[in-house]
């Protein structure tokens, strides 16, 4: 049995649609009514992560699982011990690229670091998926595409290697399924196949959306503003921080990892976009 959670977030929620039919799973989720795009044969039960009782029924028989969390809190050191009690054998878990970077020692970061940290030392079989940055983040600039034709976002010019979610979900779904090769006791950077400024996706979009879109660069005050209505101070500073390194050019590696891993090239932000500029056009209608 594989267990699958944060099944209605930007990667769980591409697992699902990619795990095979033959395969039995069962779906861990606060919000079972969300849950979308699940196999058939897939079991949707509650479950919270401060919920021990519900942990333990989530894992009854399960030997694989796929673990969400949010770095912020202590669900990973939730999770553990009642996996381990369960019979869980290997956990796939979902972390970050900066946790390999030494100069990366943000609030998030250092979390995600103790984070793994708790799997390698938990007696259990690990596979550790370090993505860089979502192309689907930009997904935030959706409102102010369709509003005002803009783009606003700090440090225009620093490079990101982001990677298209269904690449880091595909990847997943091998580790999880055992597929291809063994993947126990492995980490794996995750990137897209080049690094691009946001100026750079922003020009892209254009192109595809066929209409002239501007781009506004922030400055650290005005960015900060924005995320502090959206997150706490510490979680804002975090962000921040992690923004500062980009610009410094810590994020522009590609990896190849990723390619080696699916057999084929890693997916462009250009094959992502065109697959999701109905998000981005000013006609849609607002999906945030």
């Not at 196999?39 to 030997?63: E, Q, Y």
């Not at 596979?127 to 959706?142: D, E, K, Q, V």
């Amino acid at each position: 049995m594989i267990l699958v959670t944060g099944a209605t977030g930007t990667i769980g929620r591409e697992v699902l649609r990619r795990l095979p039919s033959d395969r039995p799973v069962r779906i861990m989720a606060r919000h079972p009514e969300r849950v979308t795009g699940a196999p058939a044969s897939a079991r949707i039960v509650h479950g919270d992560f401060t919920d021990p009782a519900s942990l333990t029924d989530a894992l009854h028989n399960v030997h694989t699982a796929f673990l969400v969390t949010n770095p912020d809190g202590a669900d990973d050191a939730r999770f553990l011990d009642p996996a381990r009690a369960a019979g869980v054998r290997h956990i796939v878990k979902l972390s970050a690229a900066a946790v390999t970077d030494p100069a990366a020692q943000d609030l998030i970061t250092r979390r995600q670091r103790h984070n793994e940290d708790l799997l390698r030392a938990s007696g259990l079989r690990w596979t550790l998926l370090r993505p860089r940055a979502f192309m689907s983040n930009t997904l935030s600039w959706a409102r102010s595409i369709r509003s005002g034709r803009v783009v606003r976002a700090p440090y225009g010019t620093s490079s990101n290697a982001c990677v298209d979610p269904g690449d880091v979900a595909e990847v997943a779904t091998l580790a999880l399924t055992g597929r291809g090769r063994d993947h126990l006791d492995a980490a794996y950077t995750l990137t897209g196949p080049q690094a691009l400024s946001a100026s750079q996706q922003t020009a892209q979009l254009a192109e595809l959306l066929g209409l002239p879109l501007r781009f506004e660069e922030l400055s650290p005050q005005q960015a900060r503003t924005a995320l502090e209505a959206r997150y706490p101070a510490d979680m804002t500073s975090a962000l921040l921080e992690s923004a500062r390194r980009q610009h410094s050019g810590s994020k522009a590696y590609v990896d190849p990892t990723l390619p080696g891993l699916l057999g084929r090239p890693a997916r462009t932000f250009r094959d992502w976009a065109a697959d999701h500029l109905d998000a981005f056009r000013p006609d849609s209608p607002a999906r945030d």
